[in-house]
DNA sequence: CCCGTTTTTGGAATCGATTCCAAATAGCAA
DNA sequence: TTGCTATTTGGAATCGATTCCAAAAACGGG
């Protein structure tokens, strides 16, 4: 039983293939009668368009390709969520794809846009060189989402991953913390900037800050509690941590906790991204909520202008609101 | 700047569109002096094989799809990492969507393997009805993990829920229990065999269940505490609890300890699925390991075998080795 | 140098849906 | 009925890569 053509469909119908064709595609000059017999032959062989002729007959697909390294954070399922929604509601399907962290695989994923097998791309975090992704970025639809290269070369979606850190920081000042620390991460380019952001609110504050810990690889709950021992080795206990996400604060505060020490009497914590984790922790964690979904069907409105509208600019940057969102984890 | 073809890399080339084609797709009958100056062409024009054509012509993508309803849980993502790894492994590339429940995005989705978008379907959770997926399954190379249709008819891989959910409370009772409750959901099938093994163990051990819980909707946090907090109403606490996930187990135990109940000495608490909230909780979770990775890598080979074996069996079924990890939540 | 093999090449046909153009039909007014 | 416009229809051309077949080139042995 072989996959019906619109020829058969056009014999079994007695019309031709250019009245199939139009049935299908809702065009107005069709009799009442012709869309009939073409809708019940259609029925009958339970005809589907072939997508591979449609798409290279129209060229585009209506599919669009959501990149990241993982699938694991909240975030990103959040994001992705999003951009599905916003792509449904324009008649568009969002495919996503974990590249693990592998080079190759992420560049023969980018070339699904390069040989037309999606119309658009939106990348979070992506592995490749930023010039790279300038590169892809030039002549197609390319949006970033959360974590953005340096260069404006691509369009890109994301918080004010600076402003947020900074917020966040004088939130820890102004309930009294003095000997400020940071647990961050500087594989990613938003790591970076929060950094910045909590070094600025500390020497504002004219203190500096008192230590500062990076995590190599995976920075998660393991990652966060052995980061948080280090804290204890030292002679002076910082007052106040900054952690990069929540996982890393979860880990933090619990390491920390196990040490017989009180958060956020002895130590406050701050976490980032107001994940799920953040509500789970005992206590549970002041931190800074994303919008997370919100940016994603931003992204993907971006996108669809960039896939649409010929001229286009294809740079430039919309940053989304972050919010502070105060728990149990710092003094209130 | 319009996209190269095969013809142009032909005339640049100086040689025949069957030429270049032959030198695509590595065949040997092709001198060294032409593949060369096709190479060359290809580079220069920086050619891509445009996927529609060659999808239309080939009858085959190299894509398979897998779908879910929402990519929430990090048990989905290790599957699809699992998914995504295989199947690159044998030069698939494994793209994947979530359907937020939605039943006509589901039927879309699904409609891109009947309309030969994706050579193949790896279905987590549907939301559509059991006939509809065997009708799916039927003529098409469809793969379902974790949860899986009642009737047999297309393949599946998961763990033995029932036996699991048997293994765990048998746990419970040699530990001691004797009032036993469960906190489940019987929307998923998975919910429901957890449930019958619950059940047995329970009546094997000559007891019989103390409260059958069930979460309707969303199954998380909020609902393991509220429907914790039914427990607690009760006149004669339980003094066991089976969850039917981590992340309900740490609702659970949060709303336990925050009623002045001490985990597991007054009460025990087991989870499901081994996630990463089972470390992050206090006290650690007691759980079931269910191998998602493993999952998703064999039911991509399964996959491939019905994608690629002409004759091969299309229904039947894998079960894969779940494994207890008894931590703090229940006692030793 | 010629003939029979083997290797390499060119080019037309093909995959299935869409679209354009010309032709046919319907509809209407006079 | 005739003539004109408006609607509907058929069918060929098209999209770009692959593949098959026949032709051409290269090769080797005698």
Known sequence: MARATVQDVARTAGVSVGTVSRVLNGSPAVSES?????????????????????????????????????LDSLVISE???????????????SLI???????????QLVDMLRNGSVDGLILFSPTMADEDVEAVAEHLSVVQVCEIVDAEAAF??????????????????????RRLAMIGNKNARSGRLREEGFRQAVTEAGLSPDRMLFGEGSFGFHAG??????LLEAEHLPDAVFCGTDIV??????????????????????????????????????TVRQPAYEMGRVAFTELLTRMTVPGAHRRGRTFLPHELVVRDSTKG
């Open 249 to 286: 604060a979860a880990g933090c505060v619990r390491e920390l906790t196990d040490a017989g020490l009180r958060v956020p009497d002895d130590i406050a914590v701050a976490g980032f991204d107001d994940s799920a984790q953040a509500e789970m922790c005992v206590p549970e964690l002041t």
């Open 225 to 230: 509690r052995s980061l948080a021992r280090k």
């Open 79 to 93: 994001v992705f969520r999003g951009v599905g929604d916003a792509a449904a509601d324009s008649g568009y399907v």
């Open 97 to 107: 794809a974990a590249t693990s962290g592998d080079l190759e695989r992420e560049q």
């Open 34 to 70: 012709s869309k009939e017999k073409v809708t019940a032959a259609i029925r009958q062989l339970s005809y589907r368009p072939l997508a591979s002729a449609r798409d290279l007959r129209r060229d585009r697909t209506m599919r669009v390709l959501a990149l990241a390294k993982n």
């Open 156 to 177: 890109g979606v994301s918080i004010d991953d600076r402003q947020a850190a900074y917020d966040i920081t004088r939130h820890l000042v102004e309930t009294g913390g």
